[in-house]
């Protein structure tokens, strides 16, 4: 959701449409055999980063927030 997908949920966050947006976030693309996710924790391994992730994790709480969403709960 949030790295194909980004651009939607920051323009829904932006113009307010009246919409709940629930993401089961396990920080994997679930088709690309375990390819870390932008919310991928740093030095989070996967087949593909073997190393670890190097990035810090995208926070799409604080983006929310900091775009002045109407609700933003995380349970």
């Known amino acids: 959701m949030y790295g194909e997908g980004g651009n939607h949920f920051l323009h829904a966050v932006r ?4 919409i709940v947006h629930i ?4 920080m994997v693309y679930g088709l690309t055999k375990g ?15 073997v190393a670890g992730v190097i990035l810090e994790p ?7 927030i900091a775009l002045n969403a109407s609700f933003v709960a995380r349970a």
């Open 15 to 18: 113009r307010n449409v009246n």
């Open 23 to 26: 993401v089961h976030n396990n």
């Open 58 to 64: 995208f926070n799409p709480l604080a983006v929310a």
């Open 35 to 49: 390819q870390a996710s932008p919310t991928s924790r740093r030095g989070f391994k996967t087949p593909v980063q």
